[in-house]
C-alpha cells in the first residue's frame, strides 16, 4: 500500500510536469550517501541544470534542490536523483532496500562519478540489484537523442585518464531506472563558469546532456 502511494506521487508529478509546466512544479534531489565521499561535490551543477532545463525545455522544476539520504522515505517525493562525488559510498542493507524500492517505484538514478567513485559505487550497486549488471548504453539509445543530439554517446567534459566517456544503464523489466556517467564529469560542467574555467562551450555541452537526461526521465 505505501509503494502504491509512492508510485502514485511520481505519477502525478510527472504527468503535471509533463502536460502543464506553467501550473506544475517538481522538486528533483541531491542524493545524501554515508562512507565519506563527498556527496556535496558540485554545489552549484543542480541549480545550473535546473535553470537551463526551465528556460530551454520550458519545465517548471523547483530552481532550490532537495538533499535527501539514501535511507530516508523522503526520496519517494523526487522523481529525479542526482548522486556525485569524488571517494567512498556505503550503502546499509537498508538503504539498499530503501534506494531498490524506490527505483522500482518509478524513481530514477543519475549517479556521476566525479572522478574516483567508481570502485566503490559499483559494489554499493549490486546491494541494491545483486540480479542486474550495469549495461553500456549504444550510441543510438534515445537518451543521446532528446532535444540534443549527441551522436558520440556522453560527451567529455573533464580529462583525467585519458580514457572515453561512457554511459551505463541498469534496466528493469526493459526500463532503465539508472543511468551512470562515468569518466566524463558531466556535473563538473554544469558548476559556475568561474569553478573550473570551462569554456562555454564545453559547458554548453554538458547543460545539454545534462537537459537530455531530464527530458528523458519526465517523458519515460
Not at 541549480?47 to 520550458?58: A, H, V
Amino acid at each position: 500500500m505505501i509503494l502504491k502511494k509512492h508510485l502514485l506521487i511520481f505519477v502525478l508529478s510527472i504527468s503535471f510536469l509533463a502536460a502543464n509546466s506553467q501550473v506544475a512544479s517538481v522538486q528533483i534531489a541531491l542524493l545524501k550517501y554515508r562512507g565519506g565521499g563527498d556527496w556535496y561535490a558540485n554545489p552549484t551543477s543542480l541549480p545550473n541544470l535546473i535553470e537551463f532545463c526551465n528556460r530551454n525545455l520550458r519545465t517548471n522544476i523547483n530552481p532550490i534542490p532537495a538533499t535527501v539520504e539514501v535511507g530516508s522515505p523522503d526520496i519517494f517525493n523526487y522523481p529525479f536523483l542526482h548522486m556525485t562525488g569524488h571517494g567512498n559510498v556505503v550503502f546499509s542493507p537498508q538503504e539498499a532496500k530503501n534506494l531498490r524500492d524506490y527505483l522500482l517505484a518509478g524513481g530514477f538514478l543519475h549517479i556521476d562519478d566525479n572522478y574516483g567513485m567508481d570502485k566503490y559505487i559499483r559494489p554499493q550497486l549490486l546491494k541494491v540489484f545483486p540480479e542486474l549488471e550495469l549495461i553500456e548504453l549504444p550510441f543510438s539509445h534515445p537518451i543521446y537523442h532528446q532535444r540534443y543530439k549527441f551522436n558520440d554517446g556522453v560527451p567529455k567534459i573533464h580529462e583525467h585518464d585519458g580514457k572515453p566517456p561512457q554511459g551505463f544503464g541498469l534496466f528493469w523489466e526493459g526500463r532503465m531506472i539508472l543511468y551512470y556517467t562515468y569518466e566524463t564529469d558531466l556535473g563538473d560542467g554544469w558548476e559556475d563558469q568561474r569553478v573550473h574555467g570551462d569554456s562555454e562551450e564545453v559547458r554548453l555541452k554538458a547543460l545539454q546532456m545534462g537537459a537530455n537526461i531530464i527530458q528523458y526521465v519526465f517523458d519515460r
